[in-house]
C-alpha cells in the first residue's frame, strides 16, 4: 500500500531507492528478529518484516500481543539491533539541514525518572543535548502547561496520577523537536474516558505538528483514530499481514469513531486481526 | 458524618459538600495528630520508665548494685570521667578510627561495586569471591592484619575498612544489576549513552541501595572497633569499656556501653538526615 519497496539484499541500495522517493522516511527491508530465550529456547520475534514509514505519516501498528510489535518499534528507534536485514533508522536518515533525524519515545509505562521532578523529566532529553539550562527550562515548562500540568514542575512522577505522568512523557518526547515519535502503548496504562481525552489531545498535537509517527496499540478504534496508515502484523513470528490506508478526513476527534465509514474501516480490520489473535492465544 | 445518605450531600448542593468535605479532613487531621503524640510519649516514656526502674529496684536491692550500677552512680562516674578529660579523649580515638576507616570503606566499596555491576567479565572474576570474603567476619582478620601490620592504628582502621567495603560493594552490585532495565531504556531513548546513562540514570537510581549501605555499615562499623579496642588498643571506647570489666569497676564500664549506644544513634541520625535531603522523592513516597 502506498509505498512500494524495492527488493534488494544490499542496504546501500535499499537505501538509495528510499532517498530516490523523498529523503526523511524511515524503514526496514527483510527484518528478522531471534531472542535468545532461558531455557536454550529460541524466539523468533520478527520475520521478513519490510515497512517504510513516509516523513510526516502516522503509522499505526496492530497485532497480537506477543507478536514483535515492541520488537519492531525498538529496532526501527534504534534500540535494538535486527538480527538479519536492514534497517533505515533515524540515525541513517541525513535531513537537509545535514543531522540526523531525532527520534523520542513513548513507553506504556511512562519510563519516567522517578527522582527527577516533572520538570526535570522534560527537560532530560535536551539536557542529554546540551541544551543550555534557562533554555532547557523555559521550553520545558511551556510544554509542561500545553499538556496542562503547570503548577507540577517540582512534582516528582510517584505523585502524579496515570494519566498525568502519561502527559508527562508526552511532554518530554515532544519537548525535544524529534523528527519521529515511536509510541508503544501509550495509552495501555490509563482509564477508558482519560484515555479518550489523550487519544483527542494526540490527535491535535499531531495534526499541529505533523511529525512522523510509529504507533503501537491494540485498540482499533485508537489505530484508525489517529492513523494515516493501519499496519495489522500476524501472530508470531511476526510479518506485516495488511497496510491499510485510512482516508479520514482531517481534523479528526473521537466523535468520528460511531461514523458509517469508521465502521466499516474497523470490521475490516478485525477481520484480519481476528485469525492472527486467536492463533496466538492457542500457542501460549 | 458517616451517618449522612449521599443523595442528601448531593441535593444540598457545593457549598454544603465543601463543609462536610473541610471536616471529614480535619477529622483525619486530628486523628494523625493524636497517633504522632502517643509515638513520641510511647518512645520517649518507655525508655524513662525502664530507667527509673532500674534505679529503684536497685536503690531496694532487688537487683545487686555493684553489678547492675544504679543510673544515679552511672552518671557519677560518667562526671568523674568528663573532668579527667578520659572520656572525650576516648570518643575521639573511637570517631576518628571509625570514621577514616568508614570513608575509605564507603568510597573504596561504592566504586568496586558500581565497576563491578557495569563490568561483566571483572563481574565474573570478583563478585564471587568478594561474596566468599564477606561471609568470614572482618573481625577474624584482626590476628591476621596485626601480623602484618603491628600493633598501630592501621590494623584497627583496616577492620572498619574490610566491614564497610563488603556491605558497600554488595549493596551497589545488587543496585546495578537489578535496575529497572526500562528506565535505562528510556535514558537511552532520550540520548544518554556511557558515561551520561551513568551520571544521569544509574547512579541516582543506585543510591537508594548504596544509602541503605551506609546506614547498615556505620552500625557494623562502631561494632567491629568497639571489638577491635577491646583487645588490641590502650584507648578509645571499647578499651573503656574492657579496661573497666577487668578493674571491676562497672559503673565506668556502663558509661562507655552507654556512650557507644549514643555515638551509634547519632551517627546513624546523621546518615538518616543526608538520605532524606539528598533523595527527597524517596521520603515523600514513602509516606
Ligand atoms: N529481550 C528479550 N529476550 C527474549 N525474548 C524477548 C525479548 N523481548 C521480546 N522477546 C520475545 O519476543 C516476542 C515479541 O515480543 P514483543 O514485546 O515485541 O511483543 P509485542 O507484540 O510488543 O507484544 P505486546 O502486545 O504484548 O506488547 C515475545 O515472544 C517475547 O517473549
Ligand atoms: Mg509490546
Redesign the interface.
Known amino acids: 500500500m502506498g509505498f512500494q519497496l524495492a527488493r534488494s539484499d544490499n542496504k546501500s541500495e535499499f537505501v538509495s531507492n528510499l532517498n530516490k522517493e523523498t529523503a526523511n522516511h524511515i524503514g526496514a527491508q527483510k527484518l528478522s528478529k531471534v531472542f535468545l530465550g532461558g531455557g536454550g529456547e529460541n524466539v523468533l520475534a520478527l520475520s521478513d518484516v519490510n515497512l517504510v514509514i513516509e516523513e510526516g505519516t502516522f503509522v499505526s501498528l496492530i497485532g497480537p500481543s506477543g507478536c514483535g510489535k515492541s520488537t519492531l518499534l525498538?529496532i526501527l528507534?534504534g534500540?535494538d539491533t535486527p538480527s538479519t536485514g536492514q534497517v533505515f533508522g533515524c540515525s541513517d536518515v541525513i535531513t537537509s539541514s545535514g543531522r540526523p533525524l531525532k527520534?523520542?519515545?513513548l513507553?506504556q509505562?511512562y519510563?519516567?525518572?522517578?527522582?527527577?521532578?516533572a520538570i526535570d523529566n522534560v527537560a532530560?532529553?535536551l539536557?542529554?543535548?546540551k541544551v543550555p539550562k534557562a533554555e532547557r527550562i523555559e521550553r520545558s515548562r511551556a510544554w509542561l502547561s500545553r499538556v496542562g500540568l503547570s503548577g507540577f514542575e517540582k512534582t516528582?512522577p510517584?505523585?502524579l496520577s496515570g494519566g498525568m505522568r502519561q502527559r508527562l512523557s508526552l511532554a518530554?518526547a515532544f519537548v525535544?523537536e524529534p523528527d519521529v515519535v515511536?509510541m508503544d502503548e501509550p495509552l495501555g496504562a490509563v482509564d477508558p474516558q482519560t484515555r479518550l481525552l489523550l487519544q483527542e489531545d494526540l490527535i491535535r498535537l499531531w495534526e499541529e505538528t505533523r511529525k512522523t509517527v510509529l504507533l503501537v496499540t491494540h485498540s482499533l478504534d485508537e489505530a484508525l483514530l489517529l492513523g494515516d496508515r493501519v499496519v495489522v502484523m500476524t501472530a508470531r513470528p511476526g510479518r506485516i499481514k495488511l497496510d491499510l490506508k485510512v482516508d479520514l478526513p482531517r481534523p479528526r476527534n473521537v466523535a468520528i469513531t460511531s461514523e458509517v465509514g469508521f465502521s466499516e474501516l474497523r470490521t475490516m480490520l478485525w477481520d484480519n486481526l481476528r485469525d492472527e489473535v486467536e492463533q496466538s492465544l492457542e500457542f501460549s | 458524618m458517616a451517618t449522612t445518605p449521599m443523595a442528601a450531600v448531593d441535593e444540598n448542593g457545593q457549598s454544603e459538600t465543601g463543609a462536610v468535605v473541610a471536616e471529614a479532613i480535619s477529622k483525619l487531621r486530628r486523628k494523625e495528630r493524636v497517633r504522632r503524640r502517643m509515638d513520641l510519649v510511647l518512645s520517649v516514656g518507655t525508655p524513662i520508665v525502664l530507667i527509673i526502674l532500674w534505679q529503684v529496684s536497685a536503690d531496694a536491692h532487688f537487683i545487686d548494685p555493684r553489678i547492675f550500677t544504679p543510673p544515679t552512680q552511672i552518671i557519677r562516674a560518667a562526671r568523674q570521667l568528663i573532668s579527667k578529660g578520659i572520656l572525650q579523649k576516648d570518643i575521639g580515638f573511637t570517631l576518628a578510627r571509625l570514621l577514616v576507616g568508614y570513608v575509605i570503606g564507603v568510597i573504596s566499596g561504592v566504586i568496586v561495586g558500581l565497576i563491578l555491576g557495569l563490568v561483566r567479565p571483572l563481574r565474573s572474576a570478583f563478585s564471587p569471591l568478594f561474596a566468599a570474603l564477606y561471609a568470614v567476619p572482618q573481625i577474624a582478620l584482626l590476628p591476621l592484619l596485626l601480623v602484618i601490620f603491628g600493633i598501630g592504628e592501621t590494623p584497627k582502621i583496616l577492620t572498619v575498612v574490610a566491614v564497610t567495603f563488603f556491605v558497600l560493594e554488595i549493596n551497589a552490585l545488587a543496585a546495578v544489576r537489578n535496575f529497572d532495565p526500562?528506565?535505562i531504556?528510556?535514558?537511552?531513548?532520550?540520548?544518554?549513552h556511557k558515561f551520561?546513562l551513568f551520571r544521569?540514570?544509574i547512579l541516582?537510581?543506585s543510591?537508594p541501595s548504596i544509602f541503605t549501605g551506609l546506614r547498615v555499615s556505620i552500625a557494623l562499623g562502631l561494632v567491629v572497633i568497639t571489638a577491635t579496642e577491646f583487645v588490641a588498643s590502650n584507648n578509645g571506647l571499647g578499651f573503656l569499656v574492657w579496661n573497666s570489666w577487668q578493674l571491676f569497676q562497672p559503673d565506668q564500664m556502663y558509661v562507655g556501653l552507654v556512650t557507644i549506644a549514643l555515638v551509634g544513634v547519632i551517627l546513624t541520625g546523621i546518615i538518616v538526615l543526608i538520605e532524606r535531603l539528598s533523595?527527597?522523592?524517596?521520603v515523600?513516597?514513602k509516606r
Request: proline share 6%; hydrophobic share 45%.
Open positions: 525498538r528507534g534500540l527520534s523520542a519515545f513507553f509505562e519510563g519516567l525518572f522517578p527522582w527527577l521532578s532530560f532529553g539536557k542529554m543535548a516528582y510517584e505523585q518530554r525535544t515511536f | 526500562r528506565l531504556e528510556s535514558g537511552k531513548a532520550f540520548g544518554a551520561k544521569h540514570v541516582p537510581g543510591l533523595l527527597p522523592w524517596l515523600r513516597r
